[in-house]
């Protein structure tokens, strides 16, 4: 089976460019979660959405940081402009949400870079 | 407001050596209470889960008993292995039963032949 499918594995980029990650979930999981990874700050939950819609974006750092979720199978991070304090490790995980909390499933991940 | 505390790292045993990395958690009721192992290069993937209090989760000789009495929820292993090299994050939902999981910060384990 096909886990949680993130691209690009790795971005590089320079600041003030536009820099959009990708997520498919896992089919027939209706929750979605955005974190980030830093050495600094370790795990931090940015976004999270529940049948598509957005639960809770406490965690996005500020407006340059936006999540969308079209549909069930896919969702974006964008961030827009970049700035080098971006650079991280971004994780989607998905689960499915039947009562309560339930064990999320984490993809690779994308490693941004902003230089 | 809740939250996951574990040892800081790093932990770094010799093969075979006994684990212990220590998570205690506050929280609103008794929430179910998970450890996740990230290997290098990967993403969280779940390690066990205990749902409610005196469970006891295991998973490739680990284990760690949900014990309310001191909230706590620590890993151990009897022999660790080299492949067993990773970090470790307990995590526990925020307010007791939402599905946004909180974090511990993560102890990194090394396992040396």
């Known amino acids: 089976d096909a886990g949680v499918i993130q691209s690009p594995r790795h971005e590089v980029t320079e600041m003030g460019q536009e820099v959009t990650l990708r997520c498919k979930p896992i089919s027939g999981h209706n929750s979605l979660f955005w974190y980030r990874q830093t050495m600094m700050r370790g795990l931090e939950l940015l976004i999270y959405f529940n049948n598509n819609v957005p639960i809770d974006d406490s965690g996005m750092p500020e407006d340059r940081f936006s999540a969308k979720m079209p549909n069930a199978s896919f969702s974006t991070l964008k961030i827009q402009p970049s700035e080098p304090r971006d650079s991280a490790v971004y994780f989607c995980?998905?689960?499915?949400?039947?009562?309560?909390?339930?064990?999320?499933?984490f993809g690779p991940g994308t490693r941004l870079t902003v230089l | 407001g809740d939250s996951v505390t574990q040892m800081e790292g790093p932990v770094t045993l010799s093969e075979e050596a006994f684990l212990t990395i220590n998570c205690t958690y506050t929280?609103?009721?008794?929430?179910?209470l998970f450890w996740y192992v990230q290997y290098p290069g990967e993403g969280l993937q779940l390690l066990l889960k205990?749902?409610?209090?005196?469970d006891k989760g295991s998973n490739k000789g680990f284990e760690a008993t949900y014990r309310k009495e001191t909230t706590s929820f620590h890993l151990e292993k009897g022999s660790v292995q080299v492949s067993d090299s990773a970090v470790y994050f307990c995590a526990s939902p925020f307010q007791g039963g939402s599905e946004k999981l909180v974090f511990g910060k993560g102890t990194k384990l090394t396992v040396n032949p």
């Open positions: 929280a609103t009721g008794y929430p179910s």
């Open positions: 205990a749902t409610k209090a005196d």
């Open positions: 995980a998905s689960s499915l949400l039947e009562s309560g909390t339930d064990t999320q499933y």
